[in-house]
Every structure is written in structure tokens, then in C-alpha cells.
């Protein structure tokens, strides 16, 4: 296992247009999270997901952001009609407790710039 | 909604000076961790504090969580050039919350030789 996989590292896009990102966990982790991150900020949460259900999202996703994990394995994160408020680092990171904790594994993000 | 406030925000120090970053909260929280970021990387986890009053040491770090499970620091002595990166609070919410992981705003450390 090569740890969580993100896709595409950067995405350029014009504002209007939709993206996807994709999330591939660590294959034995069945918690699945996605933050943003601005530069210099800590990764703001998104939402996360226990096999294919989704747990919990964040009152500040708006309607245009939706987020699927249909097999309880890989994820999507979706962003309808980008604006540039959305321009961001997309952090996607899956978990395991060790020693009584959740501790996460992140990968290295999708950078998104919307022009 | 549990809120971390982590202070200070931005660290610029010479090689060889001490430093701590503060981590409080009004929420109590099951686990608190710390990770450290690179640019252009995903945050990796530097510790993982359980219990309250706990202390742990990984090398110069020395990771604190508070009685209360409200607040944590982290104490490097003795700082490197490598060290520098942003570093990260995040504690582990329980009840409804159980599992999910809220972040600091971050402590941008910058070690200067």
C-alpha cells in the first residue's frame, strides 16, 4: 500500500465550471475524511465517512459541494459552478485508531485554482 | 462547534533557541494530536496525547496535554533548520462528534541557521 492517493494534484479551471477530485485510502482504513486548506491555514473540515456512509458534513459546504464514497473504498469530491472563493488545497486523509485515538493519514492534496 | 486556537501564529527563531506552541480549547477533547506540514505535502503526525496530564518526548519535541483535556503544547529545544514547517493541533471530538478531527489555525515556524 502506497498510502492515500489524491487526483489531479493541481486543477486550473474557469469559474462556472465543475471539477472532481478523486481520494484513494489506505486500502485497511474504513474512515475517509476531506478538508480544505488555505496557504498558511489549518485544514478546514469537510466531511467524512465511515465505509460508504456519510457521517457528518460541514454546515459551510454549500449546496454546489457534494461528496460520494460508493463503495466504501475510493472518494469523490465534486464542486458544481467553481467560484474563485473556492481556490484551495483539497486535503482527502483516511484513519485508523491507534492506541485509543483516530489518527489520520493524509495525502498530498489537490491544489484547485479557479480563474 | 469545537474551536482550537493555537498560538503563536508565525515563529521566526535562530538555530539553537527553544520555543512552545500553545493549543486550548473550551471543548474537552478524547485525543489531542499534533502533525507537522511541508509545502505542497498532506500534514504527518508528529504524537498522539490521550490521557490528561500526559507527557510524551520525541527527541527535542516534547508534547503536553493538559489536566483538563482542553489544551496541549509542544516544546522544542534546541530548534534546527529542519524543523521548520507549519505545525498543527487537532483534537479528536467525542460524542456526536466521535472521531472527527478540528484543527488549529497552525504555527508557521521558520528556523533561521
Known amino acids: 500500500d502506497t498510502g492515500v492517493s489524491q487526483n489531479p494534484r493541481h486543477k486550473i479551471t474557469k469559474r462556472g465550471q465543475n471539477v472532481t477530485f478523486r481520494c484513494d485510502p489506505i486500502?485497511?482504513?474504513?474512515?475517509l475524511y476531506w478538508y480544505r486548506q488555505t496557504l498558511g491555514q489549518g485544514p478546514e473540515f469537510l466531511t467524512y465517512f465511515q465505509n460508504e456512509a456519510q457521517l457528518e458534513k460541514s454546515r459551510l459546504l454549500s449546496d454546489r459541494f457534494s461528496a460520494e464514497r460508493p463503495k466504501g473504498s475510493f472518494s469523490t469530491l465534486e464542486i458544481q459552478r467553481t467560484e474563485q472563493g473556492d481556490s484551495a488545497m483539497y486535503l482527502c486523509a483516511s484513519s485508523e485508531r491507534i492506541s485509543g485515538a483516530n489518527v489520520l493519514t493524509f495525502g498530498a492534496g489537490s491544489r484547485l485554482t479557479v480563474l | 462547534t469545537q474551536l482550537l486556537e493555537q498560538s503563536p501564529q508565525f515563529l521566526s527563531i535562530q538555530e539553537g533557541e527553544n520555543l512552545t506552541v500553545y493549543c486550548n480549547s473550551s471543548s474537552v477533547f478524547s485525543s489531542l494530536q499534533w502533525y507537522r506540514q511541508e509545502p505542497g505535502e498532506g500534514p504527518v503526525l508528529l504524537v498522539t496525547v490521550v490521557t490528561g496530564g500526559e507527557v510524551k518526548k520525541l527527541k527535542r519535541l516534547t508534547f503536553q496535554f493538559g489536566d483538563a483535556r482542553k489544551d496541549s503544547s509542544l516544546h522544542i529545544t534546541a530548534a534546527q533548520p529542519g524543523d521548520t514547517g507549519l505545525y498543527l493541533c487537532a483534537g479528536e471530538g467525542g460524542g456526536t462528534s466521535y472521531g472527527k478531527l478540528t484543527f488549529g489555525q497552525g504555527t508557521i515556524l521558520t528556523v533561521h541557521p
Open positions: 486500502s485497511e482504513h474504513n474512515r
